[in-house]
């Protein structure tokens, strides 16, 4: 690995929660970790899916035997709609909650985010959407994530969809990182083997965008190049044997990683061109994000080659005896290796695209056009349609 970040002149940011426990049962500490922050009486904002698998049970248990009172809203569906943000707050408001514990995967947290701000800020969610609109520090918050892959534990965002305009909303603010973020993972265990590969990709999704972003900076690189070892040694097991701790632990450290390195050095074209997979084709977010990760490594990676040939090495690939061209290209072969193992196509037919659907696709990513930014090779609209037929 490089020990010399390039661009010095560049001031670079790094943001994170106030505190992160990781740790095998580390979601016991949620009621010491409440109490400390003044909690009395915590709203935990969950999804039907998370109370089913028996997660809450514990984080209740904990919450209660430190004289922490709870209530549980677990109304939250993937890609939460702003209204339903919204009704938490007013809950946690009107109820008199004066902490907020989201868990669950990145719709839970994310709707946990908006509850905790919207408790305090006047008016609907859908005001705050955009960049640092929002005024006021929300209710405490802790996060406890169940799948190891958004990230959403660590971040600054939170992603709604707004249902009369039907696409999704982005609030960005410095009051949507967590005083805790708590990552035990005991809780990801009961993942389903195809979310645990979904998620998994996305969070190798972050860590690669942020690695070869021209936003990175000293701190994204660090903890990308490490994300990217982790999630390569440790999806597979993780995949095959859901029970592993080892694995799960590792994969939850990874997208903790990955996240934090995202927020620092931004996304790319990935996300940009797998937006459009999950709105009109009604993919789950790491699905979408998989199928592109592939053709856009192969089309991206002259425009960085030493950090496309790091990858590969942080995947375990040789460079002996190799050019930076020829190690760089291994990435992409180590990306397709990986996603083989876990079971997911990278062909758009196999998920009932057809080529008739190209002009289609093409416009959805030209809409994205502001993830191009930070992507290290420029694409115009020929580009985005060849990346596209590659998938075909
Ligand atoms: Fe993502």
Known sequence: MKNSFYAQDRISNFLSPNKISIGTGAAKQVG?????????KALIVTDPGVVKAGLIDGIQESLESEKVRTGIFDR??????ARIIDEGAKIAREQGYDII???GGGSSLDAAKGASIMAINKGKVLDYAGMDLVTKKGLPMILLPTTGGTGSEVTRVFVMTDEAENTKKVVYSNFNLADVAIIDPLLTVSMPSVVTADTGIDALVHAIEAYVSVNATPFSDILAIEAIGLIAQNLPAAYAKGGKVEARYNMALAASLAGLAFMSGGLGAVHGLAYVLGTQY???HGRSNAIMLPHVMDYNRIGNLDKYAQIANAMGEDKQGLSNYEVAGKSVDAVRRLLAAVNISIHLPDYGIRKGDLPKLVEGGMKQA?????????LTK??????YEMAF
């Open 370 to 378: 502001r993830l191009f930014v930070p992507n290290p090779r420029d």
């Open 101 to 103: 514990i989201g868990v």
């Open 382 to 387: 020929e580009d985005v349609e060849r990346i």
């Open 32 to 40: 010491i970790e409440s109490k400390a922050l003044g909690g009395k």
């Open 282 to 284: 009604h993919m789950s």
């Open 76 to 81: 939250v569906i993937a890609e939460p709609p």
